[in-house]
């Protein structure tokens, strides 16, 4: 289990960086791209919302500053097209991290719904200013970025595929590294019972906000990466609705709270989603479609796909081991919200 | 001066004021009983004294130095740990996880690195051995029982070593034989050091543990002394059998 740990993110990794190879037509490569995009975003927002159980659902507002910045920096800086832009994403997310200081610190003030609703309202201000400030942002008519020329068709795609998996790559390893700290234990403690937590000296205010702007940084970089992909921002895309409900749900998917729960989501999610609004057309259905397979899988894996394997899994070895010994306890190590504990025999107790 | 001196503390919710001119003195090295009749303010004193209820006047001294109006993190990082009357453990974190919870590290260092750490893992075994739930130490803790939770409870604020350790309704819910297994844990804790205060409505139990009891009735102190004195004091029976 423990070499399974080690190698399984390896393997995937190698999988991850084969596929461009392997898969060379520059249709299949788009969709691979949005899908890192959406699984490195995935990713970075549940660094906060996965761990700590507050669920932002205005994350589009630092995939947004992420875009303007990239933008704005390239067009202030004069940078040329090429590789060039990718050397500003760390500034980029930076430069969102430090919105979210700002966002986060009101936001946090409050708990569960009304924090879903102040993170919901950020993200209509934002846009509502995008639109707005035209000195800024050019209103509507968006800003244009450095446009590769050089880059052919058939290799369009390369560049931006590595990088996005570069910033995934990064917040896995922030995810993971978290997930194991003294820090993410209190982050995990705070979504369990926050007064609690508080009460054994965890400082729950900092960790929050800490991992508030972790989060906003992996996405603030995503923004500016998909605004160079794209070569143009404006106000709704930049700063998309869809975009704050669709990282939730892929996390939801896979698995709210877990290291790979936000990227199967997005393998599953955004690979549907392209295909629906290619059969579909412009017509829309494609987000009914996408709706109704989402309530399905809701209705069928309330906990998200990896927690339901995990539970069946822990549930089948579990009664294997018993019909070989009656242990004194049986329970499901590692399922999260188990139900069911079945005691055989006699408990701890006396 | 005591470890814990409480003096005229008064709160108010709304119209209704739940504690009104409480005074509360805890020895260092004793075990102290806070006993009263239903919505007498006991938990509610509790709550002012860790930092969870801002109290509205008066003033709480813990060795000397005044905790009054702090956050409950700040208390607990003194040495004031406490458990609660409705168990308030972490659900989806497995016995061992929240074992750890509790372990202070300072430092962004020291956050930043495996919460597993071989010292903190050590101690963790050692409480879980010491509350007979190491079996269980992989095990999500919503899957425990009642009274395994109050157990995990109770061990969990042990691993930050406090110096006094509040406990509310701690034999509330469970069986006799834990019950007499708790009440030699806490007589093995106190001779190592660990001051207790315990809120409790089992007066078998209370007065078997306790060296020195405050009665607590409508918001104040009405009495106090050793468990004879209190026993045959006129106010407090009056409080519980009176009215």
Redo the contacts between chains.
């Keep these: 289990m423990k070499v399974f740990r080690i190698v399984f993110p390896l393997v995937l990794l190698a999988a991850f960086i084969a596929f461009p190879f392997v898969f060379t037509d520059p249709a299949t490569t788009t969709v691979a791209v949005f899908t890192l995009f959406f699984a490195a975003a995935g990713v970075g927002w549940n660094i906060f919302s996965g761990y700590t159980g507050y669920i932002a659902l205005g994350h589009a507002v630092y995939f947004g500053i992420g875009a303007y910045a990239m933008a704005l920096l390239c067009q202030d800086w004069n940078i040329q097209p090429g590789y060039a832009p990718f050397f500003l994403l760390p500034l980029v997310g930076l430069i969102a991290a430090a919105f979210s200081v700002f966002f986060g610190w009101i936001a946090l003030r409050t708990r569960r719904h009304t924090f879903v609703v102040i993170t919901i309202a950020t993200f209509f201000i934002m846009q509502l200013m995008a639109y707005n400030l035209r000195a800024i942002t050019n209103g509507s008519a968006g800003i244009s970025l450095p446009i590769p020329f050089d880059w052919t068709a058939d290799f369009f795609n390369i560049p931006f595929y590595f990088v996005a998996l570069a910033i995934l790559v990064l917040a896995f390893i922030a995810s993971w590294w978290i997930h194991n700290s003294k820090y993410g234990l209190g982050l995990l403690a705070i979504r369990d019972d926050e007064d609690r937590a508080l009460g054994l000296g965890v400082n729950t205010g900092p960790f929050k906000l800490i991992a508030f702007v972790i989060s906003a940084f992996f996405v603030g970089m995503v923004g500016g990466l998909h605004a160079y992909f794209n070569s143009s921002i404006f106000p709704p895309f930049a700063f998309d609705a869809l975009f704050d409900v669709a990282i939730a749900l892929m996390a939801f998917l896979g698995g709210l709270g877990t290291l790979y729960g936000p990227i199967l989501g997005a393998l599953i999610l955004v690979p549907a989603q392209q295909y629906l609004t290619v059969q579909a057309g412009s017509s829309g259905y494609n987000l009914i479609m996408y709706g109704v397979i989402f309530l399905v899988i809701i209705l069928l894996l309330p906990e998200g796909i990896l927690p339901t394997i995990s539970k069946r899994w822990n549930r089948w070895r579990a009664s294997r081991n018993r019909a070989e010994a009656t242990p004194d306890i049986v329970t499901s190590p590692g399922a999260e919200n188990s139900v069911a504990v079945e005691s055989s025999g006699k408990g701890v107790e006396q | 001066m005591s470890l814990l001196e409480v003096q005229n503390v008064s709160k108010a919710f709304g119209g209704i004021q739940a504690l009104t001119t409480c005074s509360l003195s805890v020895e260092e090295g004793s075990i102290t009983g806070l006993i009263g009749p239903n919505g007498s303010g006991k938990t509610t004193l509790f709550n002012g004294i860790?930092?969870?209820e801002k109290i509205d006047t008066g003033t709480i001294q813990f060795s000397s130095q005044s905790i009054t109006n702090i956050?409950?993190?700040q208390?607990?990082?003194l040495g004031i740990g406490?458990t609660?009357q409705l168990t308030?453990?972490?659900?989806?974190?497995?016995v061992m996880?929240n074992m750890?919870?509790?372990?202070?590290?300072e430092g962004m260092k020291?956050?930043?690195?495996?919460?597993s750490s071989t010292h903190e893992q050590k101690r963790a075994l050692e409480l879980l051995d010491f509350v007979?739930?190491t079996?269980?130490k992989?095990?999500?803790a919503?899957?425990?029982?009642y009274?395994?939770k109050k157990l995990l409870e109770f061990a969990?604020?042990l691993i930050?070593e406090p110096k006094v350790i509040l406990l509310d309704e701690p034999a509330g819910g469970i069986?006799p034989?834990?019950i007499n297994q708790l009440a030699e844990q806490i007589r093995t804790l106190n001779k190592q050091g660990v001051t207790f205060l315990v809120v409790e409505h089992n007066m078998e139990f209370v007065m078997g543990l306790c060296e020195k009891i405050t009665v607590m009735h409508r918001g104040s102190n009405i009495a106090e002394g050793t468990p004879q004195e209190v026993r045959s004091n006129p106010a407090v029976l009056e409080a519980y059998l009176g009215d």
Excluded: C, M
């Design positions: 860790t930092g969870y956050r409950p993190d208390v607990f990082r406490r609660f308030r453990i972490f659900p989806r974190l497995t996880e750890h919870v509790a372990a202070q590290r020291e956050l930043l690195s495996r919460w007979g739930l079996k269980l992989d095990t999500p919503a899957n425990l029982s009274g395994q969990f604020v930050a069986n034989t834990l």
